[in-house]
């Protein structure tokens, strides 16, 4: 018997270092080829201003397919694309499509929308980043003002002054910053008066939280309060009810993105909800009138 369970076990961790070398080597060509073919895409996921329940721009979500067709998560590949040398490569395709959408829907008349873009914390390590986003912000005739780099703080402690440096000549620049998953892992206050950041995005995990109205979750309230102390707006992350919605209103939160409004979607689809919703609208237009 105990032959045998070991001789099973020995099977199982065999099949186990073959997968994962299999998986990264398919992982790898997959990347490569993804990058030679533009097999990447895009999607976006509208954000609101609470005030006037109008769009105020949009989060650019990157997309990958496997050869069978079957998507790969972003939080798979991204990961992966950092340790083996495609990060780089992947976040320069990401910011050329995305500024080249910001301009095409300035051009449809979308004036104030704004893009915001994941940038991995490998990117914040290289001052090359600036460069590039410079280049593309300049090729469509945009002003950095048009952008909004989300960050994570697990990536700016990996190098915290060469981060620091880079995120403050961004922001020189005239791009604007949010601290992503704010709340996940190990959020650290310290942090939030060291950055050059203008957002605070709460983490999903937090708005998930919120299950009925008279709930009083008191982090959350002292969150949102500490970011507006510090000059911060505060945009909800997640928002899948109207329960969340109506809670985060109450508490004064700014701009809300989420389930609950729309998907991330095609940049068709996009371009739909953002019209039927409004933008950067003139006159405020109230919650209950929208609703
Ligand atoms: P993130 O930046 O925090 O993005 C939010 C994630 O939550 C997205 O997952 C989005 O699809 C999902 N989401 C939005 N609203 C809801 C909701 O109401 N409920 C639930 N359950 N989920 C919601 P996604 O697209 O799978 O992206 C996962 C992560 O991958 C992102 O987290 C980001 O860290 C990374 N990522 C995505 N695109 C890029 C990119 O272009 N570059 C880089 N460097 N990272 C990216
Ligand atoms: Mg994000
Ligand atoms: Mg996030
Ligand atoms: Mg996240």
């Given amino acids: 018997h105990a032959k045998a369970h070991d001789r099973g076990k020995c099977v199982l961790f065999k099949d186990d270092m073959r997968d994962k070398i299999l998986n990264s ?3 790898s060509s997959l990347l490569r080829t993804a990058l030679d073919q533009n097999l990447f895409s895009l999607v976006y996921q509208p954000i609101l201003e609470l005030n006037t329940m109008t769009v105020s721009g949009v989060e650019a979500l990157i997309r990958l397919n496997d050869s069978d067709g079957r998507p790969v998560s972003p939080m798979v590949f991204i990961p992966y694309a950092e340790q ?3 990060i780089s490569s992947i976040s320069e395709w990401v910011i050329k499509t995305a500024a080249q959408q910001t301009s095409d829907w300035r051009r449809l008349g ?4 704004r893009m915001s873009i994941n940038l991995s914390g490998k990117c914040l390590t290289n001052s090359a980043v600036v460069n590039t986003l410079q280049k593309y912000v300049k090729a469509c005739r945009l002003k950095p003002e048009a952008f909004d780099l989300e960050i994570t703080e697990t990536a700016i402690i990996e190098d915290l002054d060469l981060s620091l440096n880079i995120l403050d000549e961004l922001k020189a620049l005239g791009f604007s910053i949010s601290l992503d998953d704010f709340g996940s892992g190990y959020s650290s206050l310290t942090y939030l008066n060291k950055l050059p950041i ?3 995005k709460i983490d999903r995990e937090f708005i998930s939280q ?11 309230s002292a969150i949102i309060n500490l970011a507006h102390q510090l000059g911060l707006r505060v945009l909800a992350e997640g928002v ?14 700014d701009l809300a993105q989420g389930y609950y409004f729309c998907k991330p979607v095609p940049s068709e689809e996009a371009e739909r909800f953002i019209a039927s919703r409004g933008f950067n609208a003139a006159e405020e237009i109230s919650v209950e009138n929208i609703r």
């Avoid at 979308?110 to 929308?113: E, K, R």
């Avoid at 899948?240 to 939160?253: D, F, K, M, S, V």
Wanted: aromatic share 8%; proline share 0%.
């Fill in 25 to 27: 080597i398919q992982m």
């Fill in 240 to 253: 899948e009810t109207e329960t969340q919605l109506n809670y985060l209103i109450r508490q004064g939160c």
């Fill in 84 to 86: 083996h040398g495609y």
């Fill in 210 to 220: 919120i299950q009925n109205e008279e709930d009083e979750l008191h982090l959350l």
């Fill in 198 to 200: 203008d957002t605070l």
């Fill in 110 to 113: 979308f004036d104030n929308l």
